[in-house]
């Protein structure tokens, strides 16, 4: 039986697989409380902005509903009115 040693440190680098990180586990890593945080790199593979001035994932960007506002819209008239003239 070997004593265990929380100390030790293995003498070699141990190559590690590349983890595959899913959308939820990039949302997770931002209010984790051990290995916080992601790179900007990561970042911008998750968010997305759309041109109604909403942040959202990438993910459910294709289903969104946008809010523009209509009341800052403004439509053009003159050139359909020249058009029929």
């Keep these: 039986e070997t004593d265990f040693d929380p100390f ?21 890593k931002l209010d984790a409380l051990m290995d916080p945080g992601l790179t900007t790199k990561q970042l911008k593979m998750l968010l997305t902005c759309c041109e109604c001035g909403l942040t959202m994932t990438k993910r459910v960007y294709d289903d969104h509903e946008c809010m523009v ?3 800052s819209e403004v439509i053009d008239l003159t050139t359909l009115l020249s058009d029929v003239e």
Aim: charge should be neutral.
């Design 8 to 28: 030790a440190i293995d003498l070699g680098p141990k190559h590690k697989q590349p983890i595959k990180t899913d959308q939820f586990n990039l949302l997770m």
């Design 69 to 71: 506002d209509s009341a």
